[in-house]
């Protein structure tokens, strides 16, 4: 067997999009039960979310939860909470989404109160959330199945106050499942669990189901993709995963439609790519620097306009700051915003701004 020396080097391009094999320590991990009946949608006004005026506006993070040091956590926290009580023009977020990782290392239960229901005791909206890896992976306690705090709290048939969030007073969540579909009037969000194993894995009944939630979203709304595992990324450390990527391709051919954004998490920064779909321009963005203290910096050669496939290329990124993404959801458009705050807590707003036209 070769002896391991650490990270090999590799450029931005070798990085974007590569073949990952998992490793010894990350086999792919069986799924829980549904807690709720197919197609497995959950509507904002299920939440108790007014119907928006106007626009809708929403919270991402991912890869957030503050194991080791809870700092870059706390900062993100108390800048999501700012943004709710002075919010811009467009009005405050209406909910958090978490698109994988809430808990390190390997998804406890005990966790849970110091990762999430603590550092977001002021965040007074609902937080919703796709399992990542480290949420699915039990190494730490194989008798206890994979995802079984998740499920316990984001998936509940009921809300309750579980134990690890009494001092904060915030329920359970009721997804209906690990994947699932969040619906509103201006925008679906249809989210994967892609497992534990490097690169991503989605069985065939998640594949078809992902094609046929596309097909059935409302065509006159924005249609935004949510995975953990992205499918481009030029990081040091991961890279994107080529297995992803033809996941999507394959459900966008099979249901003859694209979303207007693909959103992702695992490398801990923040990176916006642009895809030429035909006439459309797909933005595929990275926001996996929401609280984790390690962050991922570039590869070599990383610079804005770099095209990382024959119709792809790197837009903007962050690697040396946390922060959170906002978008304005409308009839006719949807408005990114990247915030980045720095581990003392500064807040630098429009970091990286988009426009997708829908």
Avoid at 302 to 322: M, P
Wanted: with cysteine; aromatic share 8%.
């Amino acid at each position: 067997m070769a002896r391991r020396y650490g990270i090999v080097a590799a450029s931005a391009l070798e990085q974007a999009q590569r073949e990952q094999a998992p490793l010894e320590n990350q086999a792919f991990r069986p799924l829980p039960a549904p807690t709720g009946s197919a197609p497995f949608r959950l509507a904002t006004s299920e939440l108790e979310i007014p119907p928006a005026d106007g626009a809708r506006v929403l919270h991402f993070i991912g890869d957030c939860g503050g194991v080791l040091d809870p700092d870059p956590q706390n900062s993100v926290a108390a800048a999501l909470v700012a943004d709710l009580d002075s919010p811009p023009a467009a009005g405050a977020a209406a909910l958090l989404y978490i698109v994988g990782d809430v808990v390190y290392f390997n998804g406890d239960e005990s966790q849970y109160g110091p990762q999430l229901y603590e550092p977001y005791a002021r965040y007074n909206r609902p937080i919703v959330a796709i399992p990542g890896n480290h949420d699915g992976d039990n190494s730490d306690n194989p008798s206890v199945p994979s995802l079984s705090a998740f499920v316990e709290n984001f998936c509940s048939t009921t809300p309750h106050l579980d134990p690890q969030a009494e001092e904060t007073n915030r329920d359970t969540m009721t997804l209906p499942n690990v994947y699932w579909t969040l619906s509103d009037p201006l925008v679906t969000i249809v989210g994967l669990y892609t497992n534990v194993p490097a690169g991503g894995v989605v069985e065939p009944n998640q594949a078809a189901w992902l094609a046929g939630e596309l097909k059935a979203a409302p065509s006159d709304a924005a249609l935004i993709v949510t995975l953990h595992h992205p499918p481009y990324s030029c990081d040091v450390m991961h890279g994107g995963s080529a297995g992803m990527g033809r996941l999507l391709d394959q459900a966008f051919a099979t249901a003859e439609r694209q979303p207007h954004l693909v959103l992702s998490g695992h490398v801990h920064n923040y990176q916006r790519f642009t895809r030429s779909l035909g006439a459309q321009q797909l933005p595929y963005v990275v926001i996996g620097n929401g609280g984790y203290h390690n962050l991922h910096e570039m590869a070599s050669g990383a610079v804005a306009g770099l095209a990382v496939t024959n119709d792809t290329k790197l837009e903007s990124w962050c690697d040396d700051q946390w922060g959170y993404l906002r978008l304005e959801i409308g009839a006719g458009a949807i408005n990114g915003e990247f915030v980045a705050v720095a581990n003392d807590g500064t807040v630098t707003p429009r970091s990286d701004t988009f426009t997708i036209t829908i």
